[in-house]
């Protein structure tokens, strides 16, 4: 287009109102000039699901991306062997090290299939992140799709007197407890490490951007229990919650090309990925996850 610079091309497509949208006219592979990186950390903030299509990043490029957006969280399995090797990404893969597709029994497998559950990453954290980035290299011809919920609608749409009766609650978030609930047993396959990341801590039920004022609900596999609770009731809670804020007018689905990377806002947005014949097709993505606000990278390293 004569007359307009490079940066006036970047196109913001909403795919689902205030929710999801899609940026077009973008190479991520490029160093972001200010203007771009305005323009989608905006959207980003207004929407909460942001998708990239037609992207070709390497590691390297993928963590650079993500860096314009904060400190990087290492991955919590960052000491073990994996078909993608750097501290700052999350293998979702189901292919190992060799190459080849691994055994649905495996523990990497077994790890991953958590995923499948709805929740947040990092909420098992003490500052939990802001951000993930998920970048689709392989993916099959059917299934594994991800899907995403926005906690703000659903908060929006709780009856006040329900918002007033949760507003205030602790619920303390556990990995080991959400790996549990897919089988995975964390005491006997966790490292001291991991372990330590693993322990519980304690997050808001309801949070709210100091950017856009907006509450919502902050709850998903990793919720184990609500403080001052008994066990069965605070149980039914979070189980009624998730239920409601996980019907479909709140969920987005994503069914994933090759090149597509998607960033969501992990303190509105819940996802979960969707099951595919996982030992029939490969599915190769990456994730890099942004540290929330006062997260210390350097110390979250040294574990
Ligand atoms: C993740 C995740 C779901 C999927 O990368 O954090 O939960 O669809 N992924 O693979
Ligand atoms: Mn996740």
Same mark, same amino acid.
């Given at each position: 287009?004569?007359?307009?610079?490079?940066?006036?091309?970047?196109?913001?497509?909403?795919?689902?109102?205030?929710?999801?949208?899609?940026?077009?006219?973008?190479?991520?592979?490029?160093?972001?000039?200010?203007?771009?990186?305005?323009?989608?950390?905006?959207?980003?903030?207004?929407?909460?699901?942001?998708?990239?299509?037609?992207?070709?990043?390497?590691?390297?490029?993928?963590?650079?991306?993500?860096?314009?957006?904060?400190?990087?969280?290492?991955?919590?399995?960052?000491?073990?062997?994996?078909?993608?090797?750097?501290?700052?990404?999350?293998?979702?893969?189901?292919?190992?090290?060799?190459?080849?597709?691994?055994?649905?029994?495996?523990?990497?497998?077994?790890?991953?299939?958590?995923?499948?559950?709805?929740? &947040?990453?990092?909420?098992?954290? *003490?500052?939990?992140?802001?951000?993930? =980035? +998920?970048?689709? /290299?392989? $993916?099959?011809? #059917?299934?594994?799709?991800?899907?995403?919920?926005?906690?703000?609608?659903?908060?929006?749409?709780?009856?006040?007197?329900?918002?007033?009766?949760?507003?205030?609650?602790?619920?303390?978030?556990?990995?080991?407890?959400?790996?549990?609930?897919?089988?995975?047993?964390?005491?006997?396959?966790?490292?001291?490490?991991?372990?330590?990341?693993?322990?519980?801590?304690?997050?808001?039920?309801?949070?709210?951007?100091?950017?856009?004022?907006?509450?919502?609900?902050?709850?998903?596999?990793?919720? &184990?229990?609500?403080?001052?609770? *008994?066990?069965?009731?605070?149980?039914? =809670? +979070?189980?009624? /919650?998730? $239920?409601?804020? #996980?019907?479909?007018?709140?969920?987005?689905?994503?069914?994933?090309?090759?090149?597509?990377?998607?960033?969501?806002?992990?303190?509105?947005?819940?996802?979960?990925?969707?099951?595919?014949?996982?030992?029939?097709?490969?599915?190769?993505?990456?994730?890099?996850?942004?540290?929330?606000?006062?997260?210390?990278?350097?110390?979250?390293?040294?574990?």
């Amino acid at each position: 287009m004569v007359g307009l610079d490079e940066d006036e091309m970047v196109k913001i497509t909403p795919v689902q109102k205030n929710f999801v949208t899609m940026i077009e006219d973008i190479d991520l592979s490029c160093t972001l000039n200010r203007h771009d990186l305005e323009i989608i950390t905006n959207a980003f903030e207004t929407f909460g699901v942001v998708i990239f299509q037609s992207q070709s990043i390497s590691i390297e490029q993928q963590i650079a991306f993500s860096r314009r957006f904060g400190p990087l969280e290492p991955s919590v399995r960052r000491h073990r062997k994996r078909a993608i090797n750097n501290v700052y990404i999350s293998d979702i893969s189901n292919v190992g090290p060799d190459g080849t597709i691994m055994d649905e029994a495996s523990e990497a497998m077994s790890y991953n299939r958590g995923n499948q559950l709805w929740h &947040s990453d990092s909420s098992f954290k *003490k500052i939990p992140s802001k951000a993930s =980035l +998920l970048y689709a /290299l392989e $993916t099959p011809p #059917s299934g594994g799709e991800t899907e995403f919920c926005d906690m703000r609608a659903a908060w929006d749409s709780l009856e006040s007197q329900i918002q007033i009766k949760i507003e205030n609650l602790t619920v303390e978030h556990s990995l080991a407890y959400s790996r549990g609930i897919m089988g995975y047993n964390a005491e006997k396959h966790f490292s001291k490490a991991e372990k330590i990341e693993a322990s519980p801590v304690l997050q808001p039920l309801v949070r709210e951007s100091d950017i856009s004022g907006r509450k919502s609900l902050y709850l998903g596999s990793h919720a &184990s229990q609500i403080m001052g609770m *008994k066990e069965k009731e605070s149980r039914t =809670l +979070l189980d009624t /919650l998730l $239920t409601h804020a #996980s019907q479909k007018q709140f969920v987005h689905v994503h069914a994933w090309s090759p090149g597509d990377l998607i960033m969501w806002d992990n303190r509105c947005i819940n996802h979960r990925g969707r099951p595919w014949s996982s030992q029939k097709y490969r599915r190769v993505m990456r994730r890099t996850t942004v540290g929330g606000e006062g997260f210390d990278e350097e110390a979250a390293l040294a574990i």
